[in-house]
């Protein structure tokens, strides 16, 4: 079940201050806050589920280490999903190297073609999530590009604004709307046959 | 259909459009059953993602950031005073007005000395015209005349310094006369 943070902002503004003032307690309180999420995050970047625990720890500890020159300028966990993102990217783009694999191109992967012309109005009831749409949309969603799974469940898991989006990932919020908008249509070819 | 107008649907979903646009699109989507479709098929899509299964840390996830941090150096920063933020404008005002007194009573303390200095010269000045005027009124009244005559005559005994150092003002007096 997926749970839903609270975005306290103010909470954690309070707890970041009190850190910053020597609380190293106070982190741990952060890190109980979004530990679920940063590792989901992690794991829209890395498959592999322990690998992905490791990276979510070595996000978590880069946050401490920065958190000195965090000024509040924008939310907490846009900050931290910020890292969260480039700490797995870096693990991926570290462990090409070492294999001498390619990562997905990005670009490309964007460049997917809308949904082909949806046939007509479908009655409300065949709307039901069946089990079957739900797999269908799991793997739809599994089989996203890595920046466009991480823009929709950032949106859809997260409820963040394009704009927070857009800090998050480090990209303009033109490219956070088509990212979302090119996640939906893909997912949408698949379940549409099932509707 | 028109990918501008998935777009737009996409953005409506997410409460991205602007108000004036999203009138327009509702608008649109009430006539445009292709539209409505898909809208409920990205509601589903919305749900589901939802409920996607969430991935539980481990054990001793926290503990492991723990331990690797109590070898980090703890922040001693210093405490924010949000309290003064806002007044901020104000003490900017009141910097300038403390300078403004300053300078107008750095400037009061001067044009005062100029003053000073000023009433001294005329005193001087006034000092000098009285003595010319006495001068010239010695010579308008004998007893002044006599006075002036006895001070010289003292003067010059005191530089020669061959008679007593003084005489009686009767006695120059009689001089004078004589």
Redesign the interface.
């Known amino acids: 079940m997926a749970q839903h943070i609270n975005y306290s902002e103010q909470l954690d503004e309070d707890l970041v201050t009190l850190v910053q003032q020597g609380n190293k307690s106070a982190f741990d309180f952060l890190v109980l806050k979004y530990q679920q999420r940063i590792i989901q995050l992690v794991n829209s970047y890395i498959k592999d589920p322990v690998e992905a625990q490791d990276v979510a720890q070595e996000a978590f500890i880069k946050a401490y280490r920065a958190l000195g020159g965090f000024r509040g300028d924008a939310a907490f966990y846009t900050w931290l999903y910020r890292i969260a993102i480039n700490t797995a990217k870096n693990y991926n783009l570290a462990r090409a190297r070492r294999s001498g694999s390619s990562e997905v191109d990005v670009q490309e992967a964007e460049a997917i073609e809308n949904a082909p012309q949806l046939q007509g109005l479908d009655s409300p009831e065949r709307l039901l999530l069946t089990q079957e749409i739900m797999d269908t949309i799991k793997t739809a969603l599994a089989d996203l590009p890595e920046e466009m799974r991480v823009a929709i469940e950032l949106r859809e898991f997260d409820g963040m604004s394009y704009e927070e989006i857009a800090l998050a990932m480090d990209c303009p919020v033109g490219t956070v709307r088509s990212r979302i908008f090119r996640a939906r249509a893909a997912i949408d070819t698949l379940i549409n046959p099932l509707l | ?1 028109n ?1 501008e107008l ?2 737009k649907l ?2 409506y979903i ?1 409460n ?1 459009l602007e108000p004036k646009e999203r009138v327009v699109f509702e608008a649109l989507l009430n006539k445009n ?2 539209l ?3 809208l ?3 509601q ?15 054990n001793d ?2 503990n ?3 331990q ?2 109590e070898h ?1 150096p ?4 210093p ?2 005073k949000r309290v003064f933020d806002n007044f901020k404008p104000m003490a900017i005002a009141v910097s300038l007005l403390l300078v403004a007194v300053l300078t107008g009573y750095s400037v009061k303390t001067i044009q005062l000395q100029l003053q000073e200095v000023a009433g001294t010269q005329v005193a001087q000045n006034a000092v000098n015209n009285n003595v010319a005027t006495v001068s010239a009124k010695a010579i308008e009244y004998p007893i002044n005349k006599q006075i002036s005559d006895y001070l010289q005559a003292h003067n010059e005994e005191l530089v020669g310094n061959v008679n007593p150092p003084y005489q009686p003002y009767a006695r120059v007096s009689s001089y004078g006369q004589k």
């Open positions: 259909m990918e998935n777009l996409s953005q997410d991205e059953s292709e409505q479709a898909r409920e098929r990205y589903l899509m919305r749900q589901a993602i939802k409920l996607s299964p969430v991935t539980e840390p481990v996830f926290l492991a950031i723990k690797q941090l980090e703890i922040y001693f920063l405490k924010r």
